[in-house]
C-alpha cells in the first residue's frame, strides 16, 4: 500500500498515478494533502478498478463522509474511531485503523475493523510486530509507519498481511518494479 502525502491535489495525483504505473495495487491519498477527497475522485476516475484508491489520515466521522462522497475505496486511521468504524462497516469500504498495543488492536477488530494498522511499526521494531502477532495470529495486520525499503520484506513474513510505505517509495534510486517484485516473492512465501 502506497500512502501519498502532497504538498498540493495535483502532486499527489501525479504520485498516484505513476505508482500504480509501477505496479501498485493499493493507493492512499492523506488527508493531510490539501483537497485530498479531490484527488480521491481524479485518481480512481483516471486508473482501472483493480487499483484501490483509499483515504488515509482519516481521523473522524466528517473525513469518512467525505472520503466516501469522493469515492475512497477503503479508509485508513492513525488511531481507532467508532464512528469510522461503524461508517466504514455501513458503506462496506475497508477500515484499517491504526493501533499500538494488543488491546488497542483487539478493540478495532472487535469493531468491524478489516485489518489493524500497527504504527508506527517502524519505531516499535520487527521483534515488536511478531510479539504482537503471536497472540493473535487470526488478525489481519498492516505493517506501517517509518519501514524502509529493505526491511518491507520481513515484516511480510512475520504475517503482516500488507505494508505501508510512503517516503521510501519516492526516495532517489528506488526501483519501484524490482521493489514490487520483491514483495509480491515476500508475500508468496
Known amino acids: 500500500m502506497a500512502i501519498i502525502r502532497a504538498t498540493s491535489a495535483e502532486a499527489a495525483e501525479a504520485s498516484a498515478l505513476s505508482l500504480a504505473r509501477a505496479g501498485v495495487g493499493m493507493l492512499e491519498i492523506s488527508f493531510t494533502t490539501p483537497d485530498a477527497a479531490g484527488a480521491v475522485r481524479r485518481v480512481r476516475d483516471a486508473l482501472p478498478v483493480d487499483v484501490l484508491v483509499g483515504a488515509g489520515t482519516v481521523l473522524d466521522r466528517d473525513d469518512a463522509t467525505k472520503a466516501l462522497g469522493h469515492g475512497a475505496e477503503f479508509l485508513v486511521s492513525p488511531g481507532f474511531d467508532p464512528a469510522v468504524a461503524e461508517l466504514s462497516l ?100
Open 90 to 189: 455501513e458503506a462496506r469500504v475497508g477500515y484499517f485503523p491504526g493501533a499500538m498495543s494488543p488491546t488497542e488492536v483487539l478493540t478495532a477488530w472487535r469493531a468491524g475493523a478489516t485489518a489493524v494498522k500497527v504504527f508506527p511499526v517502524g519505531t516499535l521494531g520487527l521483534a515488536y510486530f511478531r510479539a504482537l502477532r503471536e497472540p493473535l495470529p487470526n488478525i489481519r495486520l498492516l505493517a506501517v509507519g517509518g519501514i524502509s525499503v529493505a526491511d518491507a520484506p520481513a515484516f511480510l513474513s512475520a504475517g503482516a498481511v500488507a505494508v505501508g510505505l510512503g517516503g521510501a517509495l519516492g526516495a532517489p534510486g528506488t526501483d519501484l518494479p524490482s521493489l514490487l517484485a520483491s514483495l509480491s516473492h515476500a508475500v508468496r512465501r
